[in-house]
């Protein structure tokens, strides 16, 4: 077997075997340790202009658990028996990051400082511009890609997961002393080990929903 192949494999088996899982084994904890290494790799994801907009809020603890269970009532089996559920925000206020992840940029010497500083200067143009509903969209598209690549980082590693969407979003970040105009909810992403065989799911034919030109 070649290595491309090997790896293939691997990735193919690491997304076959995701599935939404909503009932977890309750004694299974993940270390807040390996729960920083599933974030390192998650946020591996690509984002606009690299601007990393996510933000996690790990809630781990049976208090943080118990606020979330009244936000989530139709999915409290996923908030009660996981090890965490991660809400997921954008933050508006990412583009002041910038300059800090440019500069590290430098510091490594992926680019020199000329660059940086000419990037920055049309980024800080554009984003100037931008209209908060479209930056809005922006940071839930790069918020998307870091949650997908949060749940295969946790499958590889044994566990499952399960995105939640029936969640109260517009308490969420209050509940949690957030600032609710700055940080977008996104989703909720459960994280424990399966207690129980998961529902499968079908997918529409490729055929049914692309189009070549
Ligand atoms: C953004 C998003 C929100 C979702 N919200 C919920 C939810 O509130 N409750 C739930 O049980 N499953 C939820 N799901 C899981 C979907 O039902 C599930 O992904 C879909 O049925 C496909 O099944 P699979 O994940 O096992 O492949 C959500 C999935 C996504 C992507």
Redesign the pocket.
């Known amino acids: 077997m070649t290595e491309t192949t090997a790896l293939h494999n691997h990735f193919k088996e690491i997304i076959t075997s995701?599935?939404?899982v909503?009932m977890y084994d309750p004694t299974v904890k993940i270390s807040r340790e390996e729960m920083t290494e599933i974030l390192e790799e998650a946020t591996l994801a690509p984002s606009s202009v690299n601007l990393q907009p996510w933000r996690f809020l790990v809630v781990d603890s049976p208090e943080g658990k118990s606020t979330l269970e009244e936000l989530?009532p139709?999915?409290k089996n996923?908030v009660i028996t996981s090890s965490a559920v991660i809400a997921v925000f954008g933050d508006m206020n990412a583009f002041d990051n910038a300059d800090e992840i440019m500069s590290s940029d430098v510091e490594r010497g992926y680019y020199p400082q000329e660059i940086k500083d000419q990037i920055l200067a049309n980024y800080t143009d554009l984003f100037g511009r931008m209209p908060a509903q479209a930056f809005r969209e922006m940071i839930l598209i790069d918020s998307g890609l870091v949650s997908m690549q949060l749940m295969l980082s946790a499958r590889a590693r044994g566990y499952d997961t399960?995105?939640?969407?029936?969640?109260d979003k517009s308490r969420i970040a209050e509940a949690f002393g957030m600032e609710k105009e700055r940080y977008v909810p996104v989703?909720l992403i459960s994280v424990g080990k399966s207690a129980k065989e998961?529902?499968?799911?079908t997918r529409l034919p490729i055929g049914r929903i692309t189009e070549w030109k």
Do not use: K, L, V
Request: glycine letters at 16%; charged letters at 25%.
């Open positions: 995701r599935r939404s909503r989530a139709g999915n996923q399960n995105p939640i969407g029936g969640y989703m998961p529902r499968r799911t």
